[in-house]
């Protein structure tokens, strides 16, 4: 589905991202984790098309979509729910959900999305995006939005995070959802948490900008929770907000 | 009766009163400077001046559940309309005005309106008061609005003030007045957009006299073009009081905006707060919506639309 050659990312005397390559199948729930600042966020905005490779190629379903704009990746199938939400003055949780499903939606699916994240819609739908809404509400929001975006791939940067008094399961459950009703259809997410590394089927152990492991979970799991002597950036830091 | 308005006179109407007939209860419409029909209620009276060009509206005490509109239109230029509306309403009344001035300006001269409307809310009563402004028209005459609104709140009575100008008015400058008792409460919320080489001036000046009076003023307004802007703000507060004002601007193109919000307080238990933002769209709100499929255009058109909804 989505391949990554070669991509190099160098900004204020920092080599970012060196040399990433990798590659994503369909029906696939693929974990990315790696330290804050390893370049996790900085994969999913050059797989978005927000930030530009300085070089290598990306390739969507054979495609060629280096540069290509964010507004055509969307249209071919790719969703990035951001690691911080963005606020709207003005613009409601529904007009939220209905630009993110392309259409207008009746209340019932709006409901089904908000409810899916834990949140009742009643109390939702009309709220403006903005400040009012508290960092974890507006996560779940974030979480609705993409859901109801409903992408060949999709990508949750640190989905978990700020949304502790919602349990994992619901996050989980939702995954599995989107997984089962979009045919084919692939999420990458980016997490810290063992829990999240557990449902996935491949991970992606990233630092200092470069994979340092990659594969199945049974394979690269064991690598992250044996690492006794030094113990793993990866899970002391979980629920990092970098 | 529905025949009773010409296409340019209910599209001016359907702008800024959303209506394209003859409205339910009481009205009165103002065309090119004559009122050209009129209805009375039970409950609410109107009444032509007899020392100036305008009206009084007078509604009885405990009126509730209705509503008066009077909407201006001008279709001719070369004219400058000034117009004097005071409406007068009693206790514990819970009514809906609504006001506003179309502007269509097919021709090379100025056509101007100034309406000055005074409103006196008696002990508990409750109005909203809507208020658009809309100009049109190919001719390259000005289309110029100059309102006042000057509101005494006593006891215990609620202003709720809903403006809204959005398109074709090139010059504005709109000034309102409050002057608040006891337990009054006034809440203002404005939507301005300019573009080209419009310019719009908004000026509050709010006396917060009576001790547990409150205001808040929300003023959101989108500049663009080479379209300038000015926001002024002056709350002083009297007594024991709060009130708040947030101005909020989103600039585009070579506009210019001013704000100048200004609190005083005169008295230690007045509670005075402002927020003051003015800035591009931002980036990440238009890389978001791009990432949901829209093109950047269209991403800046919903960001603009839910910022003045
Ligand atoms: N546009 C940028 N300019 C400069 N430095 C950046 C930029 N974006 C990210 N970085 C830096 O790149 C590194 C990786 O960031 P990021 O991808 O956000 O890491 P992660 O998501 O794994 O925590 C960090 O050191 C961060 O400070
Ligand atoms: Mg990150």
Redesign the interface.
């Known amino acids: 589905m989505l391949e990554l050659k070669n991509i190099y990312f160098f900004r204020d005397n920092k080599q970012i991202l060196n040399n990433i390559s990798l590659k994503i199948d369909n029906s696939k729930l693929i974990a990315i984790t790696g330290p804050n600042g390893s370049g996790k966020s900085t994969i999913a905005k050059i797989i ?1 098309g ?1 930030l530009k490779p300085d070089s290598g190629c990306i390739l969507f379903n054979g495609q060629d979509i280096t540069n290509i ?3 055509q ?3 071919l199938g790719i ?2 729910a ?1 690691q911080q939400p ?1 606020k ?5 949780v529904k ?1 939220l959900i209905e ?2 499903s ?1 259409n207008t939606i009746n209340l019932g699916e709006a409901c089904n999305y908000l409810s899916d994240v834990g949140l009742c819609a009643k109390d939702y739908l009309n709220r403006e995006l903005s400040s009012s809404l508290s960092g974890g509400e507006l996560k779940r929001i974030e979480i609705a ?1 993409l859901a109801a ?1 409903k992408s060949k791939l999709t990508i949750f940067d640190e989905p978990e995070a700020g949304i502790d008094l919602w349990s994992f399961n619901s996050l989980i459950n939702i995954f599995e959802k989107m997984h089962k009703q979009i045919k084919n259809s692939s999420i990458v997410i980016i997490s810290h948490q063992e829990k999240i590394l557990n449902i996935a089927d491949e991970i992606i152990l990233l630092s200092d900008g470069e994979v340092k492991a990659m594969g199945k979970k049974e394979n690269v799991l064991p690598l992250l929770l044996n690492s006794t002597s030094k113990p793993c950036k990866v899970m002391v830091e979980k629920g990092g907000n970098k | 009766m529905d025949d009773k308005f010409n296409l340019i006179e209910k599209n001016l109407l359907k702008n800024i009163a959303d209506i394209e007939k003859i409205p339910m209860g009481a009205y009165n419409i103002r065309e090119n400077g004559k009122s050209i029909g009129r209805n009375t209620t039970a409950n609410i009276d109107i009444v032509s001046k007899k020392d100036k060009p305008g009206i009084d509206i007078i509604i009885k005490s405990n009126t509730k559940n209705e509503s008066v509109h009077i909407p201006v239109i001008l279709t001719k230029a070369g004219f400058n309309d000034i117009v004097y509306n005071d409406f007068y309403v009693g206790e514990n009344a819970d009514v809906v005005i609504v006001a506003g001035c179309g502007i269509h300006n097919n021709y090379c001269e100025t056509a101007e309106h100034d309406g000055i409307h005074t409103f006196h809310l008696s002990k508990g009563a409750k109005v909203k008061y809507i208020e658009k402004h809309y100009g049109e028209g190919n001719g390259s005459g000005d289309k110029i609005l100059n309102p006042q609104t000057i509101v005494y709140l006593d006891n215990g009575s609620t202003l709720e003030m809903e403006t809204v100008q959005i398109n074709g008015i090139s010059s504005t400058i709109r000034e309102t007045k409050g002057n608040l008792g006891i337990n009054s409460n006034l809440l203002i919320s404005e939507r301005i957009m300019t573009s080209e080489n419009q310019f719009a001036k908004t000026i509050f000046n709010i006396d917060l006299n009576g001790e547990n009076s409150s205001v808040s003023v929300a003023s959101r307004s989108v500049a663009k073009g080479n379209s300038k802007q000015e926001f002024i703000s002056n709350i002083n507060g009297n007594n024991k009081c709060f009130g708040h004002v947030e101005c909020d601007a989103i600039i585009m193109d070579t506009a210019k905006v001013v704000s100048t919000p200004k609190v005083t307080a005169n008295n230690i238990n007045a509670n005075l707060t402002h927020e003051a933002a003015i800035g591009k769209i931002a980036g990440e709100q238009l890389i978001k919506l791009m990432s949901l499929g829209l093109s950047e255009k269209e991403a800046e058109q919903q960001i603009i639309n839910g910022f003045l909804k």
Do not use: N, P
């Not at chain 1, 709207?88 to 409601?92: D, N, R, S, W």
């Open positions: 978005m927000i704009s964010i507004t990746r969307a249209k969703g990035f951001f963005v709207f003055k003005g613009l409601t007009d630009l993110s392309g939005m975006k």
